[in-house]
């Protein structure tokens, strides 16, 4: 599985994104896709994910900003960023049983 990673940029702060992670190769599901940010200095951690079960989970920090969605056709995963703020400002992967793909940095202004 290779995962490819689009979507980030400059945005003000307020304003919203979309990212998309597009996998490639044998994926038997898209169940276990999830996005995860690293910020300078700081540890990795999950942002928004979709579990086993097809549902979907959100840290805290994102939880009524950020929505996670799938469309299986593309084979591909999407993270809807809304209402971003300075301290969203990360690298974005997204990560698939494992496999992670490249980043996707992602820098809000105040």
């Known amino acids: 599985v290779q995962l490819q990673a689009s979507g980030g940029g400059l945005v003000q702060a307020g304003g919203s994104l979309k990212l998309a992670c597009t996998a490639s190769?044998?994926?038997?599901?898209?169940?276990?896709m999830g996005w995860y940010r690293q910020a300078p200095g700081k540890q990795r951690e999950m942002v928004a994910a979709?579990?086993?079960?097809?549902?979907?989970v959100y840290a805290g920090s994102v939880k009524g900003r950020f929505s996670i969605s799938r469309d299986n056709a593309k084979n591909t995963v999407y993270l809807q960023m809304n209402s971003l703020k300075p301290e969203d400002t990360a690298v974005y992967y997204c990560?698939?049983?494992?496999?992670w793909g490249h980043g996707t940095l992602v820098t809000v202004s105040s």
């Open positions: 990560n698939l049983h494992s496999t």
């Open positions: 190769g044998t994926i038997p599901s898209l169940n276990g």
């Open positions: 979709i579990t086993a079960g097809g549902g979907t």
